[in-house]
């Protein structure tokens, strides 16, 4: 029997770490990227292809599901898992992140956030324990704390406010998860630390959860509009005022260069819509940075995507056809589009995974970033 | 090395014939159903799963693909087998049909038919021997003869001058298909009877197109609105007015009855688009009838969309998960609902073959036809 959450370290290269989630549906692979996978499904992509991109867990958002098809009605069916076709680890966020960004009528108090679904103007509350409730039901295997989100811009009385409920809301979650019947024997339960740019903010609430205890530790509240250096900045302090033996996911990250300066900053996980909707939108990712397939220069251009890709779009198709197919709007190219971009995610992973576990992530990360701004430069 | 073309007839069963179609991009097996990849994909599915389904050839629309990407732009590209990645056989219509009823401001001559591009406006015009051009621009397989197209509910003077123009044509599409360089080496071109739902008229149409000689033979006109009753008593004379040794095609046909009761009647091949555009709205074909994914009874559905269908979305999603996608606006529900309906319209046709080779035709048209509308009866 496979145990319910364990993290191996098998090397490290300066902060970076490569090692492995043991869970009962299957082994993550860190540093790890989770495709997002929203309402049940990874966009315009069958489950076994995702996994064919090399892909060990997915991430569902607790906020779509809740609203449709419902928590409750994924449990009647048997859970996400089953529901749609992923057996193996999902991890779903809290919902805090998104109801703030797309629900009307958002009134926040210190019981939760109460709101009218963007879909159909009906009224629901999530709370920390209304969020465990819905994870449980959708048979999460990580299962994220349920947080406050401020913009970074605001004042730091703000941010100190939202930080400080934040953690009165994740030993709320902790308490709720541990009630919550027999989903903690295989579940494991994330806490997310806050404080936006602040170093004291970030230790104080690094030390909440802590205290608290969970099985890993998101970086929250970046990647939300503060640019890359900012971040960075965060990052050179915030993973080490973590617990090292735990895994650090960096929640809603992001473009390839972000992943590159995070791994080495210490992240393990990571999770981002782009290359799914980059992908429906005609950009793909290249080792030579970003292209966008819809520019007239493609038109007759008979290479794959990317030369030296091993994905079986580059294998079968020619940047002329998908120039094509984008332009026209049809379906596959979308589908297309998206699956190169995950399968350059998960070579990108791949790759970071190689250059720790043979202590050459400086030079990777030096040649990687070399090559993928030497076209915009 | 395969013959160019070659049509062998195995067994009959009253007028129904079962045949194969030896070419040399690959066999088609008779009675065929032929897939629609409108503009150079069939929508919402990669070529190999459509394959998977048991399509053996594909139909593509002249009328788009030379106004997008342009049959020169595929020639450059190598083709439009390579461009799109389908190595079997492909049938092309004449542009007749899709410039009558989706371009602008159409203007009719003995020559051909001018007109004004719905996507930009652009001017064009299509002729006989333009419309043979973009067909080996585009490396058909089998290449349709340019017809005019009235409605059925046009005066037979109307329908007789159209006949008798299409049959010019026909000639002329003859004439520039044999000039066409080394085309005609690999390529069949087939000949349209028209002549609406007057049996005068085709019999007048099928004597000219017979005198000119073609590969196969389309009965053209029909599907157009005529409803069922109509179409079949024209089906009832008009395929024995051609030649018995060459593939009978019946254009743009259809429903699953509609097929059925074709093929009994003497039809050897079908184009339709009805099971991709189905799909893509939300309804699925069972042999219990059709049935729409959105209604909420299936919201809580475990079974498959058919629970005698053998394909990989019946072996592996619920109507539940479809009804959720399909609902939801997801490009996997139009994915998954596509699949299935192909691989219903291939397992339909596979059972037709079984049927006249076993002698059991009578007796499988009854059975399907009492369960397929027993359900609405």
């Known amino acids: 029997m496979p145990p319910r959450f364990r993290f191996s370290i098998h090397a490290t290269d300066g902060k970076a770490r490569l090692g492995t989630i043991a869970m009962q549906?299957?082994?993550?692979?860190?540093?790890?990227?989770?495709?997002?996978?929203?309402?049940?499904?990874?966009?315009?992509?069958?489950?076994?292809?995702?996994r064919a991109t090399g892909a060990d867990i997915l991430l569902g958002?607790?906020?779509?599901?809740?609203?449709?098809?419902?928590?409750?009605?994924v449990d009647r069916l048997g859970g996400l898992h089953r529901?749609?076709?992923?057996?193996?680890?999902?991890?779903?966020?809290?919902?805090?992140?998104?109801?703030?960004?797309?629900?009307?009528?958002?009134?926040r108090s210190e019981d939760g956030?109460?709101?009218?679904?963007?879909?159909?103007?009906?009224?629901?509350?999530?709370?920390?324990?209304?969020?465990?409730?819905?994870?449980?039901?959708l048979g999460s295997d990580i299962v994220m704390a349920f947080d406050e989100l401020v913009p970074t811009t605001s004042t730091r009385e703000v941010q100190a406010a939202a930080m400080e409920r934040s953690m009165r809301w994740a030993r709320r979650s902790r308490d709720a998860f541990d009630a919550g019947g027999a989903h903690p024997e295989r579940a494991a339960l994330f806490g997310i630390q806050q404080g936006a740019l602040d170093e004291g903010l970030r230790k104080t609430s690094a030390d909440a959860l802590l205290d608290i205890g969970f099985d890993g530790y998101a970086v929250g509240g970046l990647a939300v509009g503060e640019g890359q250096e900012a971040m960075f900045d965060v990052l050179d302090y915030a993973p080490a005022?973590?617990?090292?033996?735990?895994?650090?996911?960096?929640?809603?990250?992001?473009?390839?260069d972000d992943i590159v300066g995070a791994v080495e900053r210490g992240i393990d996980m990571f999770d981002c819509v782009l290359p799914t909707r980059s992908g429906r939108t005609g950009q793909a990712f290249t080792r030579d940075g970003p292209l966008n397939i819809r520019n007239a220069r493609f038109a007759e251009d008979q290479r794959p995507l990317?030369?030296?890709?091993?994905?079986?779009?580059?294998?079968?198709?020619?940047?002329?056809?998908?120039?094509?197919?984008?332009?026209?709007?049809?379906?596959?190219?979308?589908?297309?589009?998206?699956?190169?971009?995950?399968?350059?995610?998960?070579?990108?992973?791949?790759d970071l995974r190689d250059a720790i576990g043979t202590g050459q992530l400086s030079g990777f990360a030096s040649a990687f970033r070399a090559r993928y701004h030497a076209r915009t430069a």
Chains 1, 2 share one sequence.
């Open 25 to 50: 549906r299957g082994e993550i692979r860190t540093p790890a990227f989770m495709p997002v996978g929203t309402a049940a499904t990874v966009k315009a992509m069958k489950p076994q292809d995702v």
């Open 83 to 107: 529901f749609m076709g992923w057996d193996r680890p999902i991890l779903t966020d809290s919902g805090g992140y998104q109801v703030m960004s797309l629900a009307e009528l958002t009134k």
């Open 306 to 350: 990317a030369e030296d890709c091993a994905c079986p779009v580059c294998a079968q198709f020619s940047r002329a056809y998908l120039h094509h197919l984008v332009r026209a709007g049809e379906i596959l190219g979308a589908m297309l589009m998206t699956e190169h971009n995950l399968f350059y995610y998960q070579a990108l992973m791949a």
């Open 113 to 137: 956030v109460a709101f009218k679904s963007h879909l159909d103007g009906s009224r629901h509350l999530i709370s920390p324990e209304r969020s465990m409730e819905i994870q449980r039901l």
């Open 241 to 256: 005022q973590l617990d090292p033996a735990r895994p650090r996911y960096l929640m809603g990250v992001g473009k390839p």
């Open 61 to 73: 958002n607790t906020y779509h599901l809740m609203l449709r098809p419902t928590a409750e009605r």
